[in-house]
């Protein structure tokens, strides 16, 4: 068990560019979800996979941004025509059934995004 | 939706002192977490406590459910317990969502 890891760790985009980040779950877990977080602030929720299917959306999440998770394990969240406002950390979280939507979640590192 | 709000805000400690610290919540939830983010970013799963008591070293944390409050104790403070402690909270019906609070924000001195 090596953990929840994230890639890039830091991205720094011109605004307008497109940026795509990468999560790699825990390899067990079948659920997957996606934060945003800003300096001062608590993490907000942006999406959430159980396995392949992406059964939760925020309304956070503008046409602009677009997640997957193609086979069930690692997943994408890509950005398009980035914005100032979309700079914030990136965390990846994971977990496996016990009950409940959310349970015990694991983080990644994070994937701290600079939108000049 | 449901809304999370933590007490106190910040929090400045002496070494070895103790503290408590609040969560509420505004609706019935299924499940409650409480996180530690270190000063590098870095979240750490303390406890999954949707109800009850657990304790875990010198951190234990209650929740009572029927009153929509949890309760984080942590007991000897260390320099090492510094950063911001959330509670996060999620219930089954009505989507998958997980709601966190603005967090404490703690620092120990030495």
């Known amino acids: 068990d090596t953990g929840v890891s994230q890639d890039p760790r830091h991205k720094i985009t011109k605004r307008g560019q497109n940026v795509t980040f990468r999560c790699d779950p825990i390899s067990e877990h079948n659920r997957l979800y996606w934060y945003r977080q800003t300096l001062g602030q608590g993490p907000e929720f942006l999406t959430y996979f159980q396995n392949e299917a992406q059964l939760e959306k925020s309304r956070l999440l503008s046409d602009r941004f677009s997640a997957e998770r193609p086979k069930g394990s690692f997943s994408t969240l890509e950005i398009q025509r980035t914005e100032q406002g979309d700079s914030a950390m990136y965390l990846c979280a994971s977990s496996s059934p016990r009950g409940g939507p959310a349970d015990t979640q694991y983080f990644g590192p994070g994937t701290r995004l600079t939108v000049l | 939706g449901i809304q999370v709000e933590q007490s106190p805000p910040d929090l400045i400690l002496q070494e070895g002192a103790n503290s408590t610290l609040r969560c509420n919540f505004s609706?019935?939830?299924?499940?409650l977490q409480w996180f530690h983010q270190n000063p590098w970013g870095q979240l750490i799963n303390l406890f999954y406590i949707p109800s009850g008591t657990k304790q875990n070293g010198r951190l234990s944390a209650t929740t009572v459910a029927t009153e929509r409050y949890s309760l984080l104790y942590i007991s000897s403070s260390q320099t090492t317990d510094s950063g911001v402690y959330f509670c996060a909270v999620g219930r089954n019906t009505g989507g998958f969502k997980t709601i966190f609070g603005a967090g404490t924000r703690l620092f120990v001195k030495a």
């Open positions: 609706d019935s939830v299924n499940n």
